[in-house]
């Protein structure tokens, strides 16, 4: 038991020392190692027994944001000047809401407070627990934080696309694994979205075959996109490309490989609005007509990547959150396909993806491989992993930048 103290009193004072940390520096770096001592201090202070139960309650809590979700609770907060009862809540919940309980629906009722109510009450109380919203006495509710960013479109397709898209795929994980000898999913065809759907596509044409599921995904991404800092704002771009670089307004300088909305580019653009030379966003056709550019000096280019590189001798090839949706031979090809343009003494290559550390990975980066193992074929790489792959293909790695907190990081390579 004395070890079990000393252990928790040690996690406090690492807690401590990066909360001050952070307090003086506002470091993303500091606040993400607080939060990860924490949970490990969440997990010294519960035993074992109670750890496994609350993690057969864990889906309950997902369960509870979706039906909020669906009701519009998190909208009627936010927009609220004052705190909600659960009585008024109901109400409004009831007038937006098409349908509350399969039983409302049968008896061709309204579904008003009078049904939803005790329902909603017991939502609530899992809203409160979480932090999804506050309580002001007995069944008064105002948003939190967590509320507020519920009524982003972004967070909330999250949500839909967790419920509808791919909770049915993560029950059905052990028993693909099983069945397949607990072999790393890797083929684009018989992965888990096509074991769970039964389906003869791949994902991404799965994606694309239903415009809701299209819709949540693509905003799922740009999402998750958007939660982080753009790459122009911590990697070195002066001093790691520009420096060095005379191309003239016609040459090729950055080449946005499979770059989706562009936002990436656009960065660029205006952080560096002098810059002299091509930018080129590529990717598939049916992305690439869909984007209307006003005036900002992108050219687009339809592009698979498993072509070769139509772009050759740029100065930058940027490769973003591409790599890790295929597998290790996938990704050596896009990479070949790519080198065949580089030229030799003049063009990098900047993989921009999460890498995972060779050893106590944290628990945000396994989860996002976990869920990429759901998608399939995608992995998040160790940086043993991205070395045996860089060198495989010939590219020498000069540096790996890492932002301030925990996102992705940038592999700078060249041939």
Known sequence: ????????????????????????????????????KSLKLTRALE?????????????????????????????????????????????QCGANSLLVGSFIFHLNLRPGSQYLNPTLKRIMRALVAMDFAQEHGPRIYSPTPLSEEMTDNKSGSLVDALFVDFAPVVLKMPEFLQETSYQNPED??????????NIKMTTFEWLASDRALHE???????????????????????ERILDGYSGAPTDSFIVDVAGGSG???????????????????????????????????????????????????ARVYFLKFILHEFSDDNCIKILQNTIRAMKKGHSKILIEEFILPDENAGLFHSMVDMILMVVGPGIVRTKSRWATIMKSVGLAVNIICHPDGEGPSIIEAEL
């Open 1 to 36: 038991m004395s070890g079990e103290l000393h252990a928790i009193k040690s996690l406090l004072e690492d807690i401590k020392s990066s909360i001050e940390r952070f307090e003086a520096t506002n470091s993303e770096q500091a606040r993400v190692y607080a939060l990860e």
């Open 47 to 91: 035993h074992p027994k109670d750890a496994i139960f609350k993690l057969f309650l864990s889906p309950t809590q997902a369960m509870a944001v979706k039906i909020a979700h669906d009701l519009g609770v998190f909208s009627i907060l936010t927009g609220a000047a004052t705190p909600v009862s659960c009585e008024r809540l109901a109400d």
């Open 188 to 197: 684009h065809l018989a992965g888990p979205i096509q074991y769970t759907y």
């Open 216 to 238: 949540r995904f693509h905003n799922y991404v740009q999402g998750v996109r958007e939660s982080r800092p753009f790459w122009v704002d911590w990697f070195p771009v002066q």
């Open 263 to 313: 936002r990436d580019m656009l960065a660029l653009k205006r952080k560096f609005p002098n810059l002299s030379g091509r930018v080129i966003l590529e990717d598939l056709p049916a992305v690439i007509n869909d984007i209307h550019f006003h005036d900002m000096g992108l050219e687009k280019i339809a592009h698979d990547v498993f072509h070769p590189q139509p772009v050759e001798g």
